[in-house]
């Protein structure tokens, strides 16, 4: 049996998140936008960071790898199809290539469209969804289209439901007031929300959702909602035409 993990959230810079993932003596950091934070929380739980995990090469995501490969030694691992662009990149990974990590199967999902090379890392039931699944969204579509993302999320969807969602950003409670918009008849949405902004207001991260709740609230991955598409007045509409509709509404919210 390996050792359980743990996982410890990191805020860094203005919203983003980094993940110390710790199992036995081996410790991931997932996406460190920046090298302090992440070594702030190190040295208060007393890990040894040995690996550097990148869902995507945007800065914000990968601005620490270089200074914590430096200190620490630690392996960089990120998607093979954009190692060009992940800094420090020692191990490109694609759909299919699972590792371990500390005796734990690490699996590999190649989800892209927010950047052509972006992949989800799950780990003992955590998905490492970096920009593509955000908790109540979804990323931006900067290297691909509406209907590559959705490609991407019906691929995460079909993760079992206890998966639990560590995102890249704190972007919950905006994503849920756009949420709230197309789906006000939503209870279940309606109830996260209010535990949601209690959250917020006492400073404490969002992350982690289970995906089975994102399914029941994350207009992303509810294009085929009644009262999605009623609000949208697109009833008939196929599933990704309505979804690019989605995506572009929440850009101008
Ligand atoms: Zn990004």
Redesign the pocket.
Known sequence: MPAPVEIEVVSCLSDNYAYLVKTGDVCAVVDPSEPEPVKAALARRGWKLTHILNT?H?L??TGGNLALKAETGAVVVGPAKDAARIPGLDSGVEEGSDWELGGHKVQVLEVPA??RGAITFVIDGNAFT??TLFTLGC?RL?EGDAAMMWKSLSKLMRLPDDTKIWC?HEYTQSNGRFALTLEPGNQALKARMNEVNIARAAGEPTVPATLGLEKQTNPFLRPDSAEIRKSLGMEKEDTVTVFAEIRERKNSF
């Open positions: 995507h945007h914000d995501h927010h950047t970096g920009d990323g900067f890249g």
